[in-house]
């Protein structure tokens, strides 16, 4: 937590693979403060019938850096099966709205926690190189793989000023 505020060189990381990590880890860090107190209730909050849950955004967060490990690691796309295993945490909608509820702060922290632990180990066994390798993205544009690892991030980022918002609309409920 002391060098939370800084980007610089990680035990067993290149310097481009520290940088992202710094970035990661903040992101993280922070994306945990938010959310480290919120009971069930709060979790499974939804402000109208097509919204998000919290509980619903932090399981997205944890199939999309998943998805991102198969894609990138892997270097292929997801299969049936894994995308099943995903959902609804991947694409949200109604089947999330059904299926991601009753579930403690405990049980998506550990989802995080073991998804990144996940992409770290597997950073620290690939060269600073691999993240300017290029391949075909969305629309088939070239993206390289430090493009795709700031996407899971910024993604979170988002998702996180929803989860913001989402606890400020339960807190207004709560105080009236």
């Not at 922070?30 to 955004?57: C, H, Q, R, W």
């Not at 690939?126 to 430090?146: G, H, R």
């Amino acid at each position: 937590m002391q060098t939370l505020f800084l980007i610089d060189q990680k035990d067993g990381l290149g310097l481009e693979f520290s940088k992202l990590v710094s970035m990661m880890n903040y992101t993280r860090a922070t994306t945990m403060e938010a959310v480290k107190d919120l009971t069930v209730e709060e979790l499974d909050f939804l402000y109208d019938d097509e919204a998000n849950s919290i509980g619903m955004l932090l399981a997205h967060m944890a199939a999309v850096e998943k998805a991102y490990q198969i894609e990138t690691f892997e270097i292929r796309d997801l299969t049936e099966e894994e995308i099943s295993q995903l959902n609804p945490g991947l694409d949200l909608g109604s089947s999330a709205r059904e299926q991601i509820k009753g579930n403690t702060i405990d049980y998506y922290l550990k989802q995080l926690t073991d998804v990144r632990n996940t992409t770290i180990e597997t950073f620290k066994t690939l060269p600073d190189e691999w993240l300017f390798e290029q391949t075909p993205f969305w629309w088939d544009k070239p993206a390289n793989n430090f493009f795709k690892w700031f996407h899971v991030f910024e993604d979170e980022l988002n998702h996180r000023g929803q989860i913001r918002i989402i606890k400020k609309m339960i807190r207004k409920l709560k105080e009236s």
